[in-house]
């Protein structure tokens, strides 16, 4: 028959350390048919951690541990002792998780003893509990940016959640976390914080990222789409003048893209034009029967329906010739003379110039009623002696 010693009830003249030593006291009573060197081993240091316990808290002990009948007899059970009636516990069934943590404990365990045997052990010791503070502040600026991250935060928004993560990651450092998943869950983000520190700091470094907006369209219901078509110093572009190398305007031209896509800036949809209305373009119609939007320039068929479609106003009637190439188009081995220069004046007895014809060269296209010659070259012959 074993006799219980009262545990003080708290109040207010009680100070954590008296109802530490009286919860302790208790439990030692309860432990009281164990030989004395089994009861230091199970409660040395119980009052201290019972004191520090109760100093968090002003919940009594007696409400947060259980009675102290209880506390003796899971001590007993952690022990593998049998309890007071003499009969051995039951083996626990413990499952693969609980297995998993034992051997996860044990083991940081024997490395923390490895540590603490070294001599330089209290002094990083020391200087790790005065760098916490400085811990919890990038624990939870890292703890922000990835949150922000997630969120798509920036600018101010991703300021204030980083702000207010490191004041949690704070907070949680400064607290004591009695219960075990608690603590489970503060090493976890050390962790986490750990692993995505790297990345932040990459971030950091590389600075903001780049956004690439394209233009966009808006459809009859309101809704914004990828632009399609060509864009120049974003403008649409609705019509394509294509030149040769003299600088002869060219009709009928089919043009492709990089990828052998055929290069459109309009499909006659009203979509295509700032105006809203109706496009005058109109497709040529290839030997196949198919509509060809890429054979530039498109017409326009202005007027009434069913009238002839004709090609819009040229740009430039002309443009000036591109050296290195020759009049059907090829590259020339020398550059070509250009179209500004001053003949020489021919010496006495030398062959007078032929005159020009005006006769536009075959493959001129005409344009609004003029006629694009080609540059003509005249050349001098050398005097006789």
Do not use: C, H
């Amino acid at each position: 028959m074993s006799t219980t010693l009262p545990v003080p009830a708290p109040g207010p003249s009680l100070d954590p350390a008296a109802e530490a030593r009286g919860y302790a006291a208790a439990v030692r009573a309860e432990l009281a048919d164990l030989p004395a060197e089994v009861v230091e081993e199970l409660t040395g240091g119980l009052e201290a951690d019972l004191a520090e316990l109760a100093a968090e808290s002003s919940t009594p002990l007696l409400d947060r541990l259980g009675s102290p009948r209880a506390y003796a007899a899971e001590l007993r059970s952690s022990a593998g002792l049998a309890d007071r009636s003499g009969a051995a516990p039951a083996p626990e069934r413990r499952g693969l998780w609980e297995r998993t943590a034992d051997a996860v404990r044990e083991d940081r365990e024997r490395l923390l003893g490895a540590l603490r045997a070294r001599p330089w052990w209290p002094g990083a010791v020391e200087r790790g509990v005065q760098l916490r503070p400085a811990w919890w502040v990038l624990r939870g600026a890292v703890g922000g940016w990835l949150l922000a991250s997630v969120l798509d935060g920036r600018g101010v928004l991703g300021l204030l959640v980083v702000v207010a993560a490191v004041a949690a990651s704070v907070e949680a450092g400064r607290r004591t976390w009695t219960e075990e998943w608690q603590r489970n869950l503060l090493v976890a983000g050390n962790v986490l914080a750990v692993v995505v520190l790297p990345f932040a700091l990459a971030a950091v470094v590389a600075g903001p990222r780049e956004v690439y907006v394209y233009p966009s369209s808006t459809t009859p219901d309101g809704s914004l789409e990828m632009s399609q078509g060509v864009w120049s110093d974003g403008q649409v572009v609705t019509n394509i003048y294509p030149y040769d190398a003299q600088g002869r305007p060219l009709t009928g031209v089919q043009l492709l893209d990089d990828y052998g896509r055929p290069l459109v800036t309009s499909t006659g949809d009203k979509a295509d034009w700032s105006g809203g209305g109706a496009s005058p373009l109109v497709p040529t119609v290839s030997t196949d029967g198919a509509l060809r939007w890429n054979a530039y320039p498109l017409r326009a068929q202005a007027g009434a329906a069913g009238a002839a479609p004709t090609t819009p106003p040229l740009p430039e009637p002309t443009l000036p010739p591109l050296v290195g190439y020759t009049a059907d188009g090829g590259s020339a081995a020398a550059p070509v003379p250009s179209a500004t220069a001053t003949a020489t004046a021919p010496a006495s007895g030398a062959p007078a110039p032929l005159p020009a014809t005006g006769t536009a060269p075959a493959g001129t296209a005409p344009a609004d009623g003029e006629t694009a010659v080609e540059p003509v070259v005249v050349a001098t012959a050398a005097p006789t002696s």
